[in-house]
């Protein structure tokens, strides 16, 4: 896939290189447009914000999974390629979470119970509690995980889905 | 385009309850992924929430426009169309602009001088302040636009450009 992109880009380049000639100023090149996903999982459904995830766990009452990561950091970056891979993580994502990523720290204190850091995975429950007991396995950054920890990720989305506050 | 969307769609229901018969369970239909855009200009590029566009806005020393809009809303649909098929507004966006497009409202009543309504284009200054001068032509919705108010959104655009605060 990557390969396919690489030539499908370098006959882009190509093709605007010479078509660009005649032209005063060269044109800008062809964006690929960002998706809500950003690489996580194209066929799950994402929430756009904070606030937009918190009112669809209440109303789902699905419990909501928020990460936090770059694009340009490459922990983020190699803890995504195995999750969107990873087709039982795909498949309890899509059935039993509302999923939000971002690249941008919210307002809410609560989703960085050790600190700011990416790649960082925080579990809230619908009735809106932040689920800071369901952690990875670094005791330096809790919420934490490499791709090795992918099983360990797993297991802690069928903990999450337990719910807290099992009346509901 | 909404007839040929739709044919595309009867071929898909015909080729997926056609392929589905061997099977025990359907698989789910291929979903598009979610773009960031939702379609009001895929070659922009566009925050993910109120407070990254706030952050971009100040830091770049561009004005912030926000989107409100809903999918299912043929109002919001319509104005869409004309947004992103105007290429001064294309334009004017990518250059000078910081872009938000929300289909769930922010808890920031600023951003809803007049009440909540789609669709519903709010400018706001690097300088942190909604511009609540910078209005459409309805009385009773100032916020709003219609696809003919294409021009007046291009000069709003034009004027938000302005600073408030030149001194910035």
Redesign the interface.
């Known amino acids: 896939m990557a390969k396919v992109l690489l030539s499908v880009l370098l006959v882009l380049v190509a093709v605007s290189s010479s078509l660009a000639k005649p032209e005063k100023v060269t044109k800008k090149e062809?964006?690929i447009?960002?998706?809500?996903?950003r690489g996580w999982g194209?066929?799950l459904?994402?929430a756009?914000?904070?606030?937009?995830a918190l009112?669809w766990a209440r109303s789902r009452n699905k419990p909501l999974m928020v990460i936090f990561h770059l694009e340009d950091c490459p922990h983020s970056q190699a803890l995504k390629k195995v999750f969107a891979e990873n087709k039982e993580i795909q498949k309890i994502a899509d059935d039993d979470y509302i999923l939000l990523n971002?690249?941008?720290?919210?307002?809410d204190k609560h989703l960085s119970p050790d600190g700011q850091y990416v790649p960082r995975i925080v579990f809230v429950d619908p009735s809106m509690t932040v689920r800071a007991d369901i952690t990875g396995r670094y005791a330096n950054r809790m919420y934490a995980y490499e791709p090795s920890d992918i099983k360990l990720l797993l297991e802690n989305m069928q903990k999450a889905k337990k719910f807290l506050k099992t009346e509901l």
């Open positions: 062809k964006r447009p960002q998706t809500l996903s194209d066929q459904i994402w756009q914000t904070y606030e937009e009112f971002l690249v941008y720290e919210t307002t």
